[in-house]
């Protein structure tokens, strides 16, 4: 079991910036917008949660900045509009392991 720190999904779906604040940011200004979660690894081999959380990782577009244009943000924001369902999203924006709650 591992314990990861997930970002609200409604908190990206309502989000009306390019990209989302850091990871460090969030945990200053917005805790409202994270959650802790302990995660199995056999459930998730056995797709428990497969309709309660997303995984993103992509290529940085530049060392300093994942996603300047917001064009993969943008592409995560119509995920979780299309899947409603989802109750936890983690995403790896690879800005210090950001992760992201669904609910």
């Known amino acids: 079991r591992c314990s990861f720190w997930f970002v609200r999904a409604e908190k990206l779906r ?6 989302p604040p850091k990871l460090q940011e969030l945990r200053r200004k917005h805790p409202d917008w994270l ?3 302990t995660i199995s690894f056999v ?13 993103v ?8 900045e994942p996603d300047k244009a917001g064009v993969q943000f ?3 924001k119509a995920h979780l509009d299309a899947h409603g369902p989802i109750q936890l999203r983690r995403t790896s924006l690879r800005r210090s392991r950001l992760s992201v709650q669904v609910r």
């Not at 990782?57 to 300093?64: F, I, L, Q």
């Open 74 to 76: 943008k592409e995560v």
């Open 14 to 19: 309502t989000f009306t910036g390019t990209t």
């Open 35 to 37: 959650e802790q979660q």
């Open 57 to 64: 990782s992509h290529r940085w577009e530049h060392p300093d």
């Open 43 to 55: 459930d998730g081999s056995k797709g428990v949660y497969k309709h309660k959380i997303l995984v």
